[in-house]
């Protein structure tokens, strides 16, 4: 899927949402509980009850490894289910991997050709040549950390430099290179909303992966105002808000509801700037 693919979808179904499959087991349903894999039977109720206001869905690879061969298991069980049912959803996995090398290629092979993901979230902050191997397989994207929510944001990527630049601006400048509008994109806090319009101007035509709307607070509003390109260029995710929205026999109802409340924000969003 190209960046012209994925706007597209976006057109179509009148929303840039991302859901994020951030699947706590402790925080399961009780009534899912005896499946033999409760987190992929979550997940998919989730799925099916959001799939026509998403364009994207983003596991956490977290949740995941935590539970061992359970979890990976209901990864691949999700995976399958979104590819057999969705295939027009764009599917990100949130692994945050960063290496070098023999290592690099293997995680490029295991997240794009044996699971099939179409992104994922990498840290530049090895260089090129741990983000290669990822661009080498076409089709396929990598996310990479640009300027994140977290407090701890401030130690490295907003350090200045010599010349003036922050070092996020100057990973982003230098890393844009590396790919193109069609295979790279960039994580941008929603929490950081103000930093996007100088990201914008270095970067006018990638897309970015936008967390923290919904329980940490980000403005969806000011993320679209100063975040938005004539192609959209934003993915906004939203994980527990969605998600969790209600953990009884109407978790599924509820996070219809307020994924619904996202797309339709967002539809008004995309009408107001004439994208749809």
């Given at each position: 899927m190209?960046?012209?693919e994925?706007?597209?979808n976006?057109?179509?179904k009148?929303?840039?949402?991302?859901?994020?499959?951030?699947?706590?087991?402790?925080?399961?349903p009780?009534?899912?509980l005896?499946?033999e894999?409760?987190?992929f039977?979550?997940?998919?109720?989730?799925?099916d009850?959001t799939?026509?206001?998403?364009?994207?869905?983003?596991?956490?690879l977290a949740f995941?490894?935590?539970?061992?061969?359970?979890?990976h298991?209901?990864?691949?069980?999700?995976?399958?289910?979104?590819r057999e049912?969705?295939?027009?959803?764009?599917?990100?996995?949130d692994?945050k991997?960063?290496?070098?090398g023999?290592?690099s290629?293997m995680?490029?092979?295991a997240?794009f050709k044996t699971?099939?993901?179409?992104?994922i979230?990498?840290s530049p902050?090895m260089?090129?040549d741990?983000?290669s191997?990822f661009?080498e397989v076409d089709?396929?994207?990598?996310?990479?950390?640009?300027?994140?929510?977290?407090?701890?944001s401030?130690?490295f990527?907003?350090l200045?430099l010599?010349?003036?630049?922050?070092l996020y601006?100057?990973?982003i400048?230098?890393s844009?290179?590396?790919g193109?509008?069609n295979?790279i994109m960039?994580?941008?806090g929603a929490?950081?909303?103000?930093?996007?319009s100088?990201?914008?101007?270095?970067i006018?035509?990638?897309f970015?992966?936008?967390?923290?709307i919904?329980s940490?607070?980000g403005?969806?509003?000011?993320v679209?105002?100063?975040g938005?390109?004539?192609?959209?260029?934003?993915?906004v995710?939203?994980?527990?808000?969605?998600i969790?929205?209600?953990v009884?026999?109407?978790?599924?109802?509820?996070?219809?509801?307020?994924a619904?409340?996202l797309?339709k924000?967002?539809e008004g969003?995309?009408?107001?700037?004439?994208?749809i």
């Amino acid at each position: 899927m190209n960046a012209e693919e994925l706007f597209r979808n976006i057109q179509r179904k009148k929303s840039f949402l991302c859901v994020g499959l951030d699947t706590d087991f402790k925080k399961i349903p009780k009534l899912l509980l005896d499946s033999e894999y409760p987190v992929f039977e979550f997940n998919k109720h989730i799925i099916d009850a959001t799939e026509d206001l998403a364009v994207a869905y983003k596991p956490n690879l977290a949740f995941y490894e935590k539970l061992g061969a359970a979890g990976h298991m209901s990864l691949e069980m999700t995976l399958s289910y979104l590819r057999e049912h969705y295939p027009d959803i764009f599917v990100i996995a949130d692994a945050k991997r960063g290496d070098i090398g023999n290592t690099s290629h293997m995680y490029a092979h295991a997240f794009f050709k044996t699971l099939e993901f179409d992104a994922i979230t990498l840290s530049p902050y090895m260089g090129k040549d741990s983000i290669s191997p990822f661009l080498e397989v076409d089709g396929k994207w990598v996310i990479l950390l640009a300027l994140t929510s977290n407090e701890g944001s401030k130690d490295f990527q907003q350090l200045p430099l010599k010349d003036g630049k922050l070092l996020y601006e100057q990973v982003i400048t230098t890393s844009a290179g590396w790919g193109t509008v069609n295979n790279i994109m960039y994580v941008v806090g929603a929490t950081k909303a103000e930093a996007l319009s100088g990201i914008r101007k270095l970067i006018p035509e990638h897309f970015l992966l936008v967390p923290g709307i919904g329980s940490q607070g980000g403005s969806l509003e000011e993320v679209a105002e100063s975040g938005m390109n004539d192609r959209c260029g934003l993915l906004v995710n939203a994980s527990r808000s969605i998600i969790y929205a209600d953990v009884t026999n109407k978790f599924e109802h509820a996070a219809r509801q307020e994924a619904s409340r996202l797309q339709k924000q967002m539809e008004g969003i995309l009408q107001s700037r004439g994208l749809i």
